[in-house]
């Protein structure tokens, strides 16, 4: 490994660990920046996934869509609030960096809580998405990475009731 | 990310490896060590946490607290024992380092096993604890890291059973 | 920590995420290249170890009989299939690098998914296995590190169903 994988593998695992703090944080207003104007992203089931199947549980396609997404969570979607923890484990590079991106992965496993006070069942953390993100950063004018393209790609053929926050 | 902030980091990581792998060994004798004499250990969650609520399910002030608890794990406190699994994700600063204090944060979870052969519903590992390690570090005179503060800031409500050891 | 060790640590994380990811991929054929040709792997129970008793639940003595293995994963064990997620800690190293053998250890969480269409109970990633890698590496003539040993030490003291692939 030379020293500019080292420190840029350090900067990805950076980004994932804010990645996950702001979004277990419920601060998904800060979500869209994470991606790149015209970002893509994605969060699909592996089988779907791995047969080329196009069919995701959500699919946003630039930070317009993201910022509207957020929106909804925050004011206009029904759903039961929950918290979710995300622990990503280290990047690794799936090919030699490029001008026009660097492609990296990581697994994650996500645990949601949903409070004890609103439903039966409620208090305990349980496993509630598992995967790899599929990733594609470029660097910005500005210096730092934004992902160009983010796949989440579950294990988890069952979404405990819905699935509402981004991953 | 500067080389130096890179090794810092390095450094945290290294610390929660380590600090996860002594209690998850049971050797519950070191772990007051990994605090400052004066050092804070709290575990709390997150919704009394995010009030500024004050209670805690564990609260130890000093290291002189740390190791009566030890103490009481290792000697009084009547408990069914149980094995912890610490994976803990990469560590974040939450601001420039400073000479007072290196504040820092990582999403930790935590897996418990009961022995088969203690109790029913034993023998399977379960998500025991999930949250964020919220931490201040300051460099002690021999030059190694020490937490000035832990905060243990847990999602699950639930806490199964009881929760006997540090997190 | 020395920029070495930084370095050591690095290619030791980066190795740790090319080895789950590979195996989480289903991709078997490659994991017997993960260690030295006289290489031994063995998963065995936490009680087991520390008692010192040899008794594992797979031991494999060299890369031939782990490729025997892969072989009868792919072609002659009867097992309903599964995906594997693992997400694997920061390693830690045991004792400083020598000629013969880097010793380092990482804690991992290991989780299942059964296919839904499969079985009743199908669908939802569970918590599997959870340990720690307890390894000895060495950096072979080509300048890559392998495992002369790896232990897969777990807590988990109830296998849920069978354990079929590598952890």
Redesign the interface.
Known sequence: ?T?EE??L???I??F???Y??RL?AGDFAAWPDFFAPEGLYRIIG?ENFDAGRPLCIMQLEGQGMMRDRVYGINNTLFHAPY?Q????????LLAPPAEDGIAA?????V?R?R??SNMAG??????F????YLDLFRRQPDGRLRLLRRDCVF????I?NSLIYPI
């Not at 923890?85 to 690794?92: K, L, T």
């Not at 294990?155 to 069952?158: A, G, I, K, T």
């Open positions: 490994m020293p080292l420190l593998l350090a900067e695992n950076g994932n660990a804010d996950g703090a277990d592996r918290f923890r995300h622990v990503i484990g280290m990047a690794r992965e990581a697994s994650y496993a645990f809580t409070p004890a409620g208090g305990v953390s349980e496993v998405n598992v995967g790899r294990d988890s053929e069952l405990l």
